[in-house]
């Protein structure tokens, strides 16, 4: 069965850092890997995805993605304290059955002024 | 807007009690979903619903059944509510877009 872990857990950076987030998966054969967003006390919330290898940029965020080592990124430039939340990683693949998304534990980011 | 509605969205149960979450959507989505949201833990899929009275089991269905009467909504049921189903669950559907959660305290 899919396994996607996150790391790091937890990051504290200053505003202005560029921010790197880590997601691994362990099925080869995923085809989509989305990034969510989730603000204390709030419902996750589609920030970026990507299909195919390498990047994709939106604004200050990029989506990384090296589906041979297994592993996709978000990186996230000039960051805000409005950056601060919750990020999780997502992968689907078919033996993840129809639509069905399989979620990371999570990154707490935390952007200080 | 696509819009996807809870109810409750903060509910306090005794152990043993029974628990009905409700979900609402207006895009006439055939697929819905339940997750659940622990710390540490991430989101992790109880059930799916592919249409009316066509449900099936996600990874953690233990403790839990839904019905789906309309495809509009989606009701997770929990009969004799544990301690262990305290948490966040969220209703969600294709993309996936999440409803704002409800929050279940079983003391």
């Known amino acids: 069965q899919q396994k996607v872990q996150q790391s790091p857990e937890s990051l504290i950076v200053p505003e202005g850092a560029m921010t790197s987030l880590n997601c691994t998966f362990s099925?080869?054969?995923?085809?989509?890997f989305a990034w969510y967003r989730q603000h204390s006390g709030k419902a996750p919330k589609a920030l970026m995805s990507i299909f195919s290898n390498g990047e994709k940029e939106e604004g200050r965020f990029t989506i990384h993605l090296n589906k041979a080592s297994l592993h996709f990124s978000l990186h996230i430039r000039d960051s805000q304290p409005s950056d601060s939340a919750l990020y999780l990683c997502a992968v689907s693949s078919a033996s993840s059955g129809s639509w069905q998304l399989i979620f990371g534990s999570g990154t707490q980011l935390t952007v200080m002024p | 807007d696509m819009k996807v509605t809870q109810m409750p969205r903060y509910l306090i149960k005794r152990m043993g009690e029974n628990v009905l979450l409700e979900c609402g959507q207006d895009?006439?989505?055939?697929?819905m979903y339940w997750y659940r949201q622990d710390p540490g833990l991430g989101l992790q899929l109880i059930y799916i619903?592919?249409?009316?009275?066509?449900?099936s089991e996600g990874d953690i269905p233990k403790g839990y059944r839904v019905s789906r009467k309309k495809r509009e909504h989606f009701s997770l049921i929990l009969d004799s509510a544990k301690t262990n189903q305290t948490s966040v669950y969220f209703c969600a559907t294709p993309g996936p877009y999440f409803g704002p959660g409800t929050r279940l305290t079983v003391l």
């Open positions: 099925d080869s054969a995923s085809q989509y």
């Open positions: 895009m006439s989505h055939e697929t």
């Open positions: 619903s592919y249409d009316v009275d066509s449900n």
